[in-house]
C-alpha cells in the first residue's frame, strides 16, 4: 500500500515558540492532505483538508491563524503550530489522498508543550 | 451535520468468536465507508472498504455489510485472535478526496 511519513515522530517544546510538523507520501502523489488531531481515547478530529497549490480548508473551530498549513508539493504538506500552548498537547496524524477514496496516514506525531 | 456514530464503544470477546461493530451515517450522500484499525500510539491501518454500489465485501476473516436505505453498515470480524485486540474506526465519505467523517471507535479486547 502507499506510505506515508510523518517528521518528527515525537516533539517537546516550551509554551509560546512554534512547531512545524512534515508529512510526506514516499510512494505516491499526494493531491490531496489531510491533518487529524487525536487525544487519547479519542477519535480523530479533522483540523484541515489541504490541496496542493491551494490554501487549506479548515473545520470550524479550528484557527487558521495558530494552525498554518502549507502543501508546497504533490508529495509535501507542513503543520506549524503557532505559539503552542499546554492545551494544544496532543497526537497529530496526516493523511494523504491521491485520486481514489483511500487515505493513507503518516504514523503520527506527538507533541507536548510544557 | 454530517455525523457517523459507531457502537459499541468497547468489546471484549473470547478467542475464536465473533466481533461486530455497527456504524450509522447521517449524510445519504456519501458512498465510500472505510474501516481502520488503530494500535496503541501507531496510525490508523485501512482494514477493509465498501462502496456504495456494493451491500458485502469480504477479505478473509473480516467482513463489511452496508445497508444504504437505512444507512448502516457493519464491521465482522470471525475467528478473533488476540492480535486483533486495538480501536476500530468506521468513516463515511462522500468518496474521491473528499473528506472523512469518523466515528467514535470501538475498543476490541480478544481474550485469550
Known amino acids: 500500500g502507499a506510505v506515508v511519513s510523518q517528521h518528527p515522530s515525537w516533539v517537546i517544546c516550551k509554551s509560546g515558540t512554534s512547531v512545524k510538523i512534515e508529512c510526506r507520501s514516499l510512494d505516491f502523489q499526494a493531491t490531496t492532505m489531510f491533518w487529524y488531531r487525536q487525544f487519547p481515547k479519542q477519535s480523530l478530529m479533522l483540523m484541515a483538508t489541504?490541496?496542493?497549490?491551494?490554501?487549506?480548508?479548515?473545520e470550524q473551530g479550528v484557527e487558521k491563524d495558530k494552525f498554518l498549513i502549507n502543501h508546497a508539493s504533490l508529495t509535501l504538506s507542513t503543520l506549524t503550530v503557532t505559539s503552542a500552548h499546554p492545551e494544544d498537547s496532543s497526537f497529530y496524524i496526516c493523511?494523504?489522498?491521491?485520486?481514489?477514496?483511500?487515505?493513507?496516514f503518516g504514523p503520527g506525531t506527538r507533541l507536548t508543550v510544557l | 451535520g454530517e455525523n457517523v456514530e459507531q457502537h459499541p464503544s468497547t468489546l471484549s470477546v473470547q478467542e475464536g468468536d465473533s466481533a461486530v461493530i455497527k456504524c450509522t451515517y447521517s449524510?445519504?450522500?456519501?458512498?465510500?465507508f472505510p474501516w481502520y484499525k488503530q494500535e496503541l500510539g501507531k496510525r490508523p491501518q485501512l482494514i477493509i472498504d465498501i462502496r456504495s454500489n456494493v451491500g458485502e465485501k469480504k477479505d478473509q476473516r473480516i467482513a463489511v455489510t452496508l445497508n444504504k436505505t437505512a444507512k448502516h453498515f457493519s464491521l465482522h470480524i470471525t475467528e478473533t485472535q488476540p492480535e486483533d485486540s486495538a480501536v476500530y474506526f468506521c468513516?463515511?465519505?462522500?468518496?474521491?478526496?473528499?473528506?472523512?467523517?469518523f466515528g467514535t471507535g470501538t475498543r476490541l479486547k480478544v481474550l485469550a
Open positions: 493523511s494523504g489522498a491521491e485520486s481514489t477514496d483511500t487515505q493513507y
Open positions: 489541504s490541496n496542493e497549490g491551494s490554501k487549506a480548508t479548515y
Open positions: 468513516a463515511a465519505s462522500k468518496g474521491g478526496t473528499y473528506k472523512y467523517i
Open positions: 449524510d445519504s450522500a456519501s458512498n465510500y
